[in-house]
């Protein structure tokens, strides 16, 4: 993927929903935003301090649980929340409130905000110095730089079908190329609005609601193509599979005298008799591959990979050959 000219308008970069307007707060604003958010507690990450209003954010699922609300949005943000509101392209009011810090060589990984979790519309306000953003999707890459003071709204296509990112590096190539570096500190406001109802957008490539529809619909293959054919040829699977692979017998070789091993997806159990001083709890999603393991005396079960019937923390170590292959 080759380097993108980096635009200085939104309208530059072609992406429908993309609006940037520049100018968007004063100086006197930016300073009393940044000295009420300094007032505020900071939690950090591992290279940046964030805080969060509204709703706490989960960088785990990059979304919220709507009934876990931790207050309203603080009052030093109200006039900007009512003056973003007023946008044609806007036209909401914001609930969550993620404050981000970042300094020279912190970026953003690239990524979509959770479908799901929040409206059409999203906005970010930049202050303390400027950033370049870039959006991906598939091949296409557009840069944009977004300046000290500006607003960054994103709505329909921009907002649901292109992962947007900030790069990890010191410096920009801003100047016909040359390399300018990066402000000492950047703060950014950026403004949700959650939602509890499953998204119903025109870009499913992106969309949790989507791909969730579609995960529901593979336990059901995986019944009639899977499971069902494992359970017809168990016998003769089961002798063609009796070689151990040399770096899994390693692994286990190089457990502790007494451990919990849980082997998922155990298959006809060639790995169960690896160490006789470990104890095996062993899975298999096919009954027939299951009665293979109970007919050598090991101790089985036919339980699901993805829903394994043992309790939290109560294995020393695990194996699943499985997603190996």
């Not at 300094?38 to 591992?46: C, F, I």
């Not at 990066?182 to 870009?203: A, G, K, L, Y």
């Not at 069902?228 to 016998?235: E, G, Q, V, W």
Request: net charge positive.
């Amino acid at each position: 993927m080759s380097e993108s000219v980096i635009k200085r308008k939104g309208v530059e970069t072609g992406i429908r929903g993309l609006i940037l307007l520049e100018g968007f707060l004063t100086e006197a604003e930016e300073r009393s935003l940044l000295r009420a958010v300094d007032g505020k507690g900071w939690d950090s990450l591992s290279k940046r301090r964030v805080q969060h209003h509204g709703y706490a954010f989960d960088y785990k699922v990059r979304g919220v649980n709507p009934r876990e609300k931790i207050g309203p949005l603080p009052r030093f943000v109200e006039p900007i929340v009512l003056r973003l509101k007023a946008l044609e392209d806007v036209g909401q009011e914001f609930d969550q409130l993620t404050v981000n810090e970042y300094v020279p060589g912190v970026g953003l990984s690239p990524h979509v905000d959770t479908h799901s979790m929040f409206t059409n519309v999203l906005a970010s306000v930049s202050l303390a110095g400027h950033t370049v953003m870039e959006f991906r999707r598939g091949e296409e890459k557009q840069a944009l730089l977004l300046p000290r003071r500006s607003a960054l709204i994103l709505s329909g296509e921009a907002r649901y079908a292109w992962r947007h990112y900030i790069p990890h590096r010191k410096t920009d190539p801003l100047e016909e190329g040359r390399a300018v570096p990066r402000p000492t500190r950047r703060v950014s406001f950026t403004f949700r609005r959650i939602q509890v109802n499953p998204c119903n957008c025109d870009w499913p490539g992106e969309c949790d609601t989507r791909k969730n529809e579609q995960l529901k619909i593979l336990p059901r293959v995986e019944d009639a193509y899977v499971r069902r054919m494992y359970d017809a040829i168990a016998p003769h699977f089961s002798s063609t599979r009796f070689s151990r692979w040399p770096k899994v017998v390693e692994f286990l070789n190089s457990i502790d005298k007494g451990s919990v091993v849980a082997d998922i997806g155990c298959g006809n159990g060639k790995y169960l008799s690896t160490r006789n001083d470990c104890m095996f709890l062993a899975s298999d999603l096919s009954v027939g591959l299951v009665n293979v393991c109970v007919e050598k005396s090991f101790d089985a079960v036919a339980a699901d990979g993805l829903n394994c019937p043992y309790r939290d923390s109560s294995c020393d170590a695990a194996i699943c050959i499985a997603v190996v292959h």
